[in-house]
C-alpha cells in the first residue's frame, strides 16, 4: 500500500494551479473535465503518479469558495533553502504566513505560505543548509 494523492477543493483553478504550479514548482500531471458532474479534476505534483504521492484539485463548477473548517491543517513540502524558497514565493506574489525560522519548542525550520483558497502549506528546510542561518538569526535576536 502506499498514499497516491490528498484532495483538495478549489474555487479557481487557475489560480490554484499557479501557486502550485508555478510559485511551488510542481507539473501539472493531467486535468479532465467531467461536464456530467459539472466538475474539473486537475492533479499535480514533483513526480509522476506512479511513484509520488500528489495533489488532486478539484473544480466544482460555479463554486467559488469552501468554508475550510478547523479539522484540516495542511500539506508539507521539503525545500533545500527554506529562506531562497519563502523570497522566491514572496517576489512572486505569494502570501507568506509564518516567516521561516525553527518550530517552537523545537529545531526544525519551518515556514508557511498560504494558497489561493487559505490551505496553509508548511515548508521545511531539509538537510543542513539553512540551519545554521536559523542559528545565526536565533543569536542575533538573543534567543
Known amino acids: 500500500m502506499r498514499l497516491l494523492h ?19 514548482g510542481m507539473k501539472l500531471l493531467r486535468r479532465k473535465d467531467y461536464p456530467g458532474g459539472e466538475f474539473t479534476l486537475a492533479f499535480v505534483g514533483y513526480g509522476e503518479e506512479a511513484d509520488h504521492t500528489v495533489l488532486e484539485l ?11 473548517g478547523d479539522a484540516y491543517g495542511h500539506i508539507a513540502i521539503g525545500v533545500d533553502d527554506i529562506y531562497a524558497t519563502c523570497a522566491e514565493i514572496r517576489d512572486r506574489g505569494g502570501k507568506v ?17 498560504e494558497d489561493p483558497n487559505g490551505y496553509k502549506v508548511e515548508l521545511i528546510q531539509l538537510g543542513s543548509q539553512g540551519s545554521g542561518k536559523a542559528e545565526q538569526q536565533a543569536q542575533t535576536a538573543g534567543v
Open 97 to 113: 504566513t509564518r516567516e521561516p525560522g525553527p518550530m517552537k519548542h523545537g529545531s526544525t525550520v519551518i515556514a508557511f505560505v
Open 58 to 68: 478539484t473544480y466544482n463548477w460555479g463554486t467559488e469558495a469552501y468554508n475550510l
Open 6 to 24: 490528498t484532495m483538495l477543493r478549489v474555487g479557481n483553478l487557475d489560480e490554484s494551479l499557479q501557486f502550485y504550479c508555478d510559485l511551488l
